[in-house]
Nanobody, 116 residues
Framework: QVRLVQSGGGLVQPGGSLRLSCAASGFTFGYYHMYWYREAPGKERELVAT????????IHADSVKGRFTASRDNPKNTVALQMNNLKPEDTAVYYC?????????WGQGTQVTVSS
């Protein structure tokens, strides 16, 4: 079955960096675009990045452009979200996602807290 297992995250001071990873299994990874979302307290889930099957990526959230980069490693079936110069407003639960057959699949979520 489709599985997305996330790792990384945690507590970091403002200006710090974190790297999130998501290991995928149960489907032909290279055939699908992958996504990173985040959900901050009291806010709707927000699309942060798309990682295309080609390996290129698009950062959608204006607030993180220039600070976040997204990537994938097709041989390892993983995607990553590198987050630099983190700000308190980046505090959220981050999710990786894939859509297969019209159904969304989600990782378990990873808490990122940016606080001094």
């Amino acid at each position: 079955q489709v599985r997305l297992v996330q790792s990384g995250g945690g507590l970091v001071q403002p200006g710090g960096s974190l790297r999130l990873s998501c290991a995928a299994s149960g489907f032909t990874f290279g055939y699908y675009h992958m996504y990173w979302y985040r959900e901050a307290p009291g806010k709707e889930r927000e699309l942060v990045a798309t990682i295309w099957t080609t390996g290129t990526s698009t950062i959608h959230a204006d607030s993180v452009k220039g600070r976040f980069t997204a990537s994938r490693d097709n041989p390892k079936n993983t995607v990553a979200l590198q987050m630099n110069n983190l700000k308190p407003e980046d505090t959220a639960v981050y999710y990786c996602n894939v859509g297969i057959g019209g159904r969304p699949y989600w990782g378990q979520g990873t808490q990122v807290t940016v606080s001094s």
